[in-house]
């Protein structure tokens, strides 16, 4: 059965704190940053409707240490710290290649009057290299003509339409 995945933001140079009110949800996928910058993506289990700050700081250190690592020095040696004298190599060193399978994605893109719009987003989509299969979907809410319906299938037959008929939702 399909459970949803709460999406969040997480800043290292910030105290992790535990995340909560997520019954119903199966993960926690968190973009991590360090200084703003983005090291990766990690996936925490979802346990009696919270996430708890440990679990988060284990999985960051368990799958984004070279990032956070790499990207630690980086910040040291720019604030000039001249006893922080880390090897090139250590520098250079990339994340070990990804091996395993690529989750298959869907892409909800909902948009209401805005056809010109939607036109660069699409094209910006199709342009992805994402190694795995994904899928685009656009919602039209509650629109006022069939511009947003022509413009998908006559540009970018690939992508599924769908027309939500309420605006606002109830």
Request: aromatic letters at 8%; one cysteine or more; hydrophobic letters at 45%.
């Amino acid at each position: 059965m399909f459970k949803p995945i709460k999406v969040v933001d997480v800043e290292l140079s910030q105290t992790l704190v535990a995340i909560a009110d997520l019954v119903g949800y199966s993960t926690v996928r968190a973009l991590v940053r360090l200084r703003g910058v983005p090291l990766g993506t990690i996936n925490v289990p979802v346990r009696n409707g919270r996430v708890e700050a440990s679990d988060i700081h284990q999985h960051v250190f368990q799958h984004l240490h070279w990032p956070l690592l790499r990207q630690h020095l980086i910040g040291l040696l720019a604030e000039g710290n001249t006893e922080a004298r880390p090897d090139e190599a250590l520098l250079a060193a990339k994340a070990p290649a990804y091996a395993g399978p690529w989750p298959f994605v869907s892409v909800a893109v909902c948009t209401r009057n805005r056809a010109d719009s939607l036109a660069t987003c699409l094209t910006a989509l199709e342009g992805l290299d994402y190694p795995g299969e994904f899928e685009v979907i656009v919602v039209d809410n509650a629109p006022s003509d069939d511009a947003t319906e022509r413009l998908v299938r006559e540009r970018f037959p690939a992508v599924r339409y769908v027309r939500e008929a309420r605006y606002p939702p109830r």
